[in-house]
Structures are given as structure tokens and as C-alpha cells.
């Protein structure tokens, strides 16, 4: 079987095979197997059917996720290792200034966006720019997992009409990208501002 006709035995196949098929769908395109938007509709479409095993569905999806990322991460990471050795130098900026800083929020947000934001290139830079590994796993599982989740709620909540908005919602996932990166940085500004301002006690000496 070509890699292309992958795609459409995915989705006549998986959904079938419930939780298992959800997992599987996850690591093939988190991992070497594009596959934009299946697990996303696999989830809505048997959370639709089964509401009760919602949270199972999205829990596969998350943790197949997170097993494909690994993976890429790993392999990023040291071919990562391995060019910076030979150059004899190690990544600079402030992207890298920035991921070493905040290594949780910077695997969270990317994570967390929804289609058609790209996932995996962010993964590869992940380990290329050497994030820790468990800031790693606990931000792609909680980001997959939050957006999992709000796909699979709308498959409960409305049915066979949410994968039509799980499609067609790129203005949606660009205003939530930008809401994410806006509160980020709000929450990281706001205790630097307030350790700047003086005090009314300084003010008054």
C-alpha cells in the first residue's frame, strides 16, 4: 500500500476499532504519516455516537499523539546534537533564548492549536532547540489532550454539525493562537511589571 492511499483506509478502517483505532490514527500522524484532520474527526464522530466514552476517546488521542511526537522529538533532538557538535557550536537567538526559558509554554501552545495551524514542525524544532524531555511530554500530552477534548465536546454536544466546524474553522484557530500567545505573555509581563514598580515604601524614604 503507497503511503498516499494510507489516508483513506485510516478512515474507512480505525473508527471502527474504537479507543485503539483513535490511538493509532494519533501516533501515525503525529509520528511519519500525515493525516490532517482524521484523528481530529474520529474523535468527533465517535463521541457523537458514545458521549459516555468521550474521555476515553480523547485520552487515546492524546497519549497516541504524544507517542508519535516522541519520536520525531527524539530523532530531531539528536540529529540536532549531532550538526551542532560538528559546527562546534550551540543554537543562538532569542527563539532558543525563549525556549530555554519558558520550555513548558513553548511545546504547550503549538500543541494546543487546532487546524490547519502545522503541529510537527514545531516538534522537530523542539528537539532540535533541545527542550527537556519531560516539559516535552507534559506539554504536548496536556495541549493534544486539551484540544482532544474541546473536539471531542463538540462531537457530544453537536453531533455530525461539528466536524463540519472542526474543517472550516481556520479563523477560529488563528484567533485562539493568537488568545493563547496574548495571555501568555500577559501572565509572564505581569510579575515583572508589578517586581518593577517601586514601593510606597520606597517612595516615601
Not at 494510507?6 to 501516533?27: C, D, E, I, Q
Request: aromatic letters at 14%.
Amino acid at each position: 500500500m503507497h503511503w498516499t492511499q494510507v489516508t483513506p483506509w485510516v478512515k474507512a478502517t480505525l473508527p471502527a476499532v474504537g479507543g485503539v483505532g483513535v490511538f493509532l490514527s494519533a501516533f501515525l500522524d503525529s509520528s511519519f504519516v500525515p493525516l490532517p484532520l482524521v484523528t481530529d474527526l474520529i474523535v468527533v464522530d465517535l463521541s457523537s455516537r458514545n458521549p459516555l466514552r468521550m474521555p476515553y476517546y480523547v485520552a487515546m488521542a492524546a497519549i497516541g499523539s504524544l507517542a508519535g511526537c516522541m519520536w520525531i522529538y527524539v530523532l530531531a533532538r539528536k540529529g540536532g546534537q549531532a550538526y551542532y557538535r560538528n559546527k562546534q557550536q550551540q543554537p543562538s537567538g532569542r527563539v532558543r533564548t525563549w525556549v530555554q526559558k519558558y520550555p513548558f509554554t513553548s511545546v504547550l501552545l503549538p500543541a494546543v492549536a487546532p487546524f490547519p495551524v502545522p503541529f510537527k514542525p514545531f516538534v522537530i524544532a523542539q528537539g532540535v532547540l533541545q527542550v527537556p524531555f519531560i516539559p516535552f511530554v507534559v506539554g504536548t500530552f496536556v495541549g493534544r489532550g486539551a484540544l482532544f477534548l474541546m473536539e471531542g465536546f463538540l462531537g457530544v454536544r453537536y453531533g455530525v454539525a461539528a466536524r463540519e466546524f472542526v474543517v472550516h474553522q481556520k479563523s477560529t484557530s488563528f484567533a485562539m493562537l493568537v488568545a493563547l500567545i496574548a495571555i501568555v505573555v500577559a501572565i509572564r509581563w505581569f510579575p515583572i511589571h508589578r517586581r518593577n514598580q517601586p514601593s510606597p515604601t520606597r517612595q516615601q524614604l
